[in-house]
């Protein structure tokens, strides 16, 4: 399928705002009770779970969190930006889509910092990755993607101290559908401050934190202190909430830029100009999918703004197909956890000019099994 939308658009500024009453009800939406209620009882498991597994962490023997290091076969001693990209896989196997995604970034100007929380890595897998990395590390599974990222954010930074860019990515996406060059070029086009792809309103606008490019001296710096005094947690709610949801406003308080290249207002735009996506998007909704016409649609459009749901999910077919996002969650088409429908018919987003391939795709998605990424 090609890509149906504009050339890569401007990103657009965030600025912050409690979510409000409305919008703290957004683990409701699509507004299924049985489903809320399930997820708010998993949610009540994992934090009971997290308590203990914290207190647990707390009261351990300090120990070290970087288990192994070595420098990659791609060091780039000069260059500009580091990216640093955690990988987790039950098995520890580094995916071909893994590489690919590893070498795209190298292509696009980065030092690339290959972060592994498995709790082994099989040694072909390890010198795989070495191969397209400028530096490789094992870390402990402790405080998720953010976690690795705070842990290396400073080892980072102190061996290439002239980074005026340092982005934040991990595997928990599948792709890219679509090459990188026009994002980065969209992103280093737009000046300094901090930018991600995707735009969500849950929670209170924020960036999600799958993909996060700081452009400029200052953005770096207020990028790493932020995960230099990141607590961490074995808990995804609490991540959540203390890194992708805090982050934004950090950032605006200290002056910093915060911007999304694809926004939540943008998004749903988009989605409601495709007679498809409004289709779909209705569907989720049991009192809308019964209307009709201007009717249905004025509805759905009240729904999405006042209880914005999760972008990467439910307008993700939108965002790759009419505005050009590269990638797409790898919870989607594992989990589907919203049971979304045609979300198996992601192939067809694909290309002749993606990057990555069916092939690839589906062998990853084999690797992660019915993982989850751990602490």
């Known amino acids: 399928m090609s890509h149906e939308g504009e050339a890569t658009p401007a990103p657009t500024d965030i600025a912050w705002r409690p979510p409000g009453a409305r919008r703290l ?72 889509m893994v590489r690919r995604q590893l070498a795209e970034y190298g292509r696009a100007g980065f030092a690339v910092v290959f972060i592994t929380v ?72 737009a000046g300094e401050g901090v930018f991600g792809l995707v735009e969500s309103l849950q929670g209170g606008a924020h960036l999600q934190s799958w993909f996060l490019l700081a452009r400029g001296a200052r953005a770096v710096r207020e990028l790493a202190g932020f995960l230099t005094q990141l607590r961490l947690s074995a808990s995804k709610w609490r991540m ?19 911007a999304a290249l694809y926004g939540y207002a943008r998004a749903v735009e988009a989605a409601l100009a495709d007679p498809a996506e409004r289709a779909r998007l209705a569907a989720c909704y049991p009192g809308i999918a019964a209307l009709a016409g201007p009717e249905r649609e004025a509805a759905l459009r009240r729904a999405l703004e006042g209880r914005p749901v999760n972008p990467s999910h439910h307008l993700w077919r939108t965002l790759v197909t009419r505005l050009g996002c590269p990638f797409v969650k790898t919870e989607l088409v594992r989990r589907n956890p919203w049971r ?13 000019e993606s990057p990555c391939t069916e092939v690839e795709i589906a062998a990853h998605l084999r690797t992660m099994g019915g993982a989850d990424r751990g602490g």
């Open 25 to 96: 009800l957004h683990g409701a939406t699509p507004g299924e009770p049985l489903r809320f209620a399930g997820r708010a009882a998993e949610l009540a498991w994992e934090l009971t779970r997290a308590a203990v597994l914290d207190a647990r962490e707390a009261l351990r023997p300090a120990g070290p969190m970087i288990l192994r290091m070595e420098e990659g076969a791609a060091p780039r001693p000069a260059a500009r930006g580091v990216a640093l990209y955690v990988h987790y896989a039950p098995g520890g196997a580094v995916s071909d």
């Open 240 to 258: 959540v909430q203390r890194g992708e949801i805090a982050l934004t406003p950090w950032l605006l308080q200290r002056g910093v830029r915060v």
């Open 340 to 352: 979304l429908p045609d979300v198996s018919d992601w192939p067809a987003l694909l290309s002749s």
């Open 118 to 189: 498995a709790e082994s890595v099989p040694e072909a897998d390890w010198q795989a990755a070495r191969a397209v990395s400028a530096l490789a590390v094992h870390r402990r599974n402790a405080g998720r993607d953010l976690g690795a990222w705070r842990d290396l954010a400073g080892e980072a930074l102190r061996r290439w101290p002239e980074a005026e860019e340092l982005l934040l990515v991990n595997d928990s996406v599948l792709g890219p559908f679509r090459p990188l060059a026009p994002i980065f070029a969209a992103l280093r086009a």
